[in-house]
């Protein structure tokens, strides 16, 4: 079974609310901007696109499934 994603912008997760995640300070702190590449795995980790990789940095807990489909329209793929 492959790892399942939805990709999404940084501005995008900076504006999830009621989840238990990051705080949009820490997230800025670690390298996300607006425009940022983002992805989640079904596991709830949080990556960010890099230059030449993608980076773990940090991760989500709880009911965030229906939450991070109903923000970007996308299912998991």
């Known amino acids: 079974m492959q790892m399942q994603f939805i990709e999404m912008t940084g501005k995008t ?3 999830l609310t009621g989840i238990d995640a990051l ?3 820490e ?3 670690l390298g996300v901007n607006d ?5 989640i795995n079904r596991q709830g980790d949080i990556e960010i696109r890099r230059v030449d990789r ?3 940095i940090g ?3 709880g009911d965030y499934d229906h939450k991070v489909r109903a ?5 998991w793929a």
């Open 59 to 61: 991760g989500l807990l």
């Open 23 to 25: 705080q949009p300070d």
């Open 54 to 56: 993608w980076d773990v």
């Open 27 to 29: 997230l800025r702190k």
């Open 13 to 15: 997760l900076l504006g």
């Open 71 to 75: 923000a970007t329209g996308l299912e």
């Open 35 to 39: 425009a940022s590449v983002m992805r």
